[in-house]
């Protein structure tokens, strides 16, 4: 009788909390909701959310306003415009053209590898342009130091393409005297940027920062912010800034150009790390008078003193967690006590932050070198780290493992964070798929991690991302709910150099692929895609509805598979890579194109295909049909399920924007990041850029 009463007092709460959160998002105090602000920066792929399983769960996560801001990104219906769902349409061009653009950040200016810029939307359901009260604005870090001709920080409005005047805008640009070398965040009401510089390598400073508009401001003419007194700061006129020198716990400055500033929105307290292994609580950031935390065992120093990345405060249980560069996993308690786990990285360390599911109570950390020799050749392996939040001192958790790495020096490439599908967040039992671009001591792979219960299952292998060793950026899921024909999901991630995807050459790159993961009982319109446990492309090519379990799905190229009314085609494994049609040339059985409308053309009988002079064939559309091409025969089998896009160094981390409603302007559901090496950027010749790019079909 218990499970039945906690299933419905769970029904009903997560309803009234649903339309609770359709025009409230709780973005500050537990206690006081306030109206549609949705900030996006880091953190927001950091601290997730599986469904709650019972009351007491959803009570519990209710309180937390990041599993509001997850829910609206996951759930807020979107509004898609017709001829506008292609993928990094235009590419990077100028401003205004495609959909998407390009803007300096200066000589060398990058956000970083593994850092992120900051999005922030002021409502839930309407896209604001630069002419409205408070439009929406992103803003990149330049990673560069500091000057009165030089920003370190910058923002940019009017972002879309269906905004009048000038896409995109600087909105303000700073010279805060300092480098940042880490990501920014955005307050739950959107008027201040919370950030950590270092001085020269020096010192680490934490900075606090109320923005104005400005219509003079440039990256390359950036107002010189001079700080006020902490104590100043809550009631200075804009644009201002205070700050703070992180010092360990005996009043000694230490320097922070790894971990970045983690908000917890509800107590008004940032959590952030730093060099020799000291975490720092910041009260008042942002609605009170700022100050370090002194007493209560704060600042805190990990026990291995060594550089930590970027920590997560769960706000459930009330401790920050996070590793350092040493591989160590640390759980710090609201006393300041530390427990260490046992060494899980013995290559470049913990660089990333953990991911937190704060319903499920687990913690997930990526390690670049495992130390064992269980890999390719007895040489160590990339793996994924699963922790309950509750771990013992010296222990490991399980591991899955993501491809081979080396035994250094050097260092194998670093391990980034990876990307929880819908499935797993929609679950009420912490199930779904994670997806790691991992092989840290090769050529980059992308992996699907099972998760089952909040346990990992067998890793599988998918597509290559480079042709060399390179690093890789950290992933990232976007869901589309409102898609065509019901859903749709991709992963981003992006190669440092020789992307292996067809836009790449030998840049670094950009990519997305289609993750749609299957769904039960769900109606299905031809030419729908979704990635199956083999990770494959299985596309539709008859009508129907699915069965209530999975079936069993066919690794053949060109195989069909039956699920219920819906007929699937094996268009086969998800590759970045994709050979183009050719004049005059002999094709065998099995050999894949795409053709000139994006579709995969599978061969089907082995010839010579058409002459120079003839060109190409009239490509069939529909899945399934065949084209005629002088001797060999071609089937169509779905249109392309990946994109890629030349990003010269790779890219930032990757944040999405894809919470949009009834009536937005085009171009309204985008991603952003910044190149990490110089490439033509706009009008301002070759630079560091930072990017706006269209989403598959969420503009």
């Known amino acids: 009788m218990k499970n039945c009463t906690d299933a419905r007092r769970l029904g009903l709460g997560a309803g009234l909390l649903a339309l609770v959160a359709l025009g409230w998002m709780l973005t500050g105090a537990a206690a006081g909701p306030e109206e549609h602000g949705l900030p996006t920066d880091w953190s ?56 998407a653009w390009s803007e300096s950040l200066g000589s060398g200016g990058s956000v970083g590898a593994g850092n992120y810029p900051a999005k922030y939307s002021f409502q839930i359901t309407t896209a604001n342009c630069g002419n409205a009260t408070t439009p929406d604005y992103v803003v990149y870090a330049t990673g560069l130091e500091s000057s009165s001709s030089q920003a370190s920080i910058v923002a940019y409005d009017n972002l879309y393409s269906g905004c009048t005047g000038t896409v995109p805008q600087v909105y303000w640009a700073y010279d805060t005297s300092g480098q940042i070398l880490t990501s920014p965040t955005i307050s739950g009401d959107g008027t201040q940027v919370a950030f950590v510089q270092t001085n020269a390598g020096l010192e680490g400073t934490l900075v606090l920062l109320k923005w104005a508009a400005s219509t003079t401001e440039t990256v390359g003419g950036p107002m010189t912010l001079t700080p006020v007194a902490n104590a100043a700061y809550r009631n200075c006129t804009a644009p201002c800034m205070t700050t703070i020198i992180l010092k360990n716990n005996l009043g000694v400055p230490t320097d922070d150009r790894t971990s970045s500033v983690f908000p917890d929105y509800t107590h008004d307290v940032i959590w952030v790390g730093g060099a020799v292994g000291w975490l720092h609580k910041i009260s008042g950031v942002f609605r009170g008078n700022p100050a370090e935390v002194t007493t209560g065992g704060f600042p805190a120093q990990m026990t291995q003193g060594s550089q930590l990345s970027s920590p997560v405060y769960d ?14 996993f640390y759980r710090v308690s609201a006393t300041g006590g530390v427990t260490a786990s046992g060494q899980v990285d ?52 399980n591991e899955a493992i993501v491809g081979a790495s080396v035994v250094g020096p050097p260092n194998p490439a670093p391990l980034y964070e990876g990307g929880f599908d819908s499935t797993y967040k929609a679950s009420g039992n912490a199930t779904g798929n994670l997806y790691v671009c991992g092989n840290t001591g090769g050529p980059p792979i992308l992996y699907q991690v099972p998760v089952a219960a909040g346990l990992l299952g067998t890793v599988v292998a998918g597509p290559v991302v480079a042709t060399v060793t390179t690093g890789c950026s950290p992933v990232i ?32 790159c950009a990519m997305n692929f289609v993750v749609q993961p299957w769904i039960a009982s769900h109606a299905y319109v031809v030419g729908q895609e979704v990635v199956d446990t083999h990770f494959q492309i299985q596309v539709v090519d008859k009508a129907g509805t699915s069965k209530a379990t999975a079936p069993t799905w066919s690794t053949t190229l060109g195989a069909t598979t039956d699920d219920n009314t819906v007929h699937w085609l094996d268009q086969g494994p998800q590759s970045g890579a994709h050979a183009v049609w050719q004049a005059s040339h002999g094709y065998a059985v099995n050999a894949e194109i795409v053709d000139s409308n994006g579709n995969i053309e599978l061969c089907t009988t082995a010839g010579t295909s058409r002459t120079a002079a003839l060109g190409h064939p009239t490509w069939e559309t529909t899945v399934n049909l065949v084209t005629a091409d002088n001797t060999v025969r071609w089937r169509n089998v779905g249109a392309i399920a990946t994109a890629s896009v030349a990003a010269a160094g790779g890219t930032s981390g990757i944040i999405m924007d894809n919470v949009v409603g009834s009536g937005t302007l085009a171009g309204a559901s985008q991603v952003y990041f910044s190149t990490q090496s110089n490439q033509t950027c706009g009008t301002a010749g070759t630079v560091g850029c930072a990017m706006q790019a269209s989403q598959s079909a969420l503009e």
């Not at 801001?69 to 509004?79: C, G, H, I, Y």
């Open 346 to 397: 013995h290559g470049a360390g913990l660089v990333a932050g953990p991911i937190v599911d704060g319903t499920a109570g687990k913690a997930w950390v990526f390690a670049s070198s495992d130390g064992s020799t269980n890999c390719v050749g007895n040489t160590p392996c990339a793996g994924v780290f699963e922790f309950t939040l509750a771990f013992g001192a010296g222990t490991t958790g």
């Open 477 to 508: 899921d976007i869901p589309n709910p409102n898609a065509t024909g019901g859903t749709n999901e991709w992963i981003y991630a992006s190669a440092q150099t020789n992307g292996s995807g067809n836009s790449c050459g030998t840049s670094g």
């Open 315 to 328: 706000f459930a249980s009330g401790n920050v967690f996070v590793g350092d560069y040493s591989g160590y």
């Open 44 to 99: 927001h792929q950091h601290m997730i959310f599986s469904q709650p399983g019972t009351s007491e769960e959803a009570a519990r996560v209710g309180e937390d306003p990041r599993y509001w801001q997850q829910w609206a990104r996951e759930n807020v219906v979107r509004t898609l415009r017709d001829g506008e769902a292609g993928s990094f349409v235009g590419g990077f061009t100028e401003s205004g053209s495609g959909g």
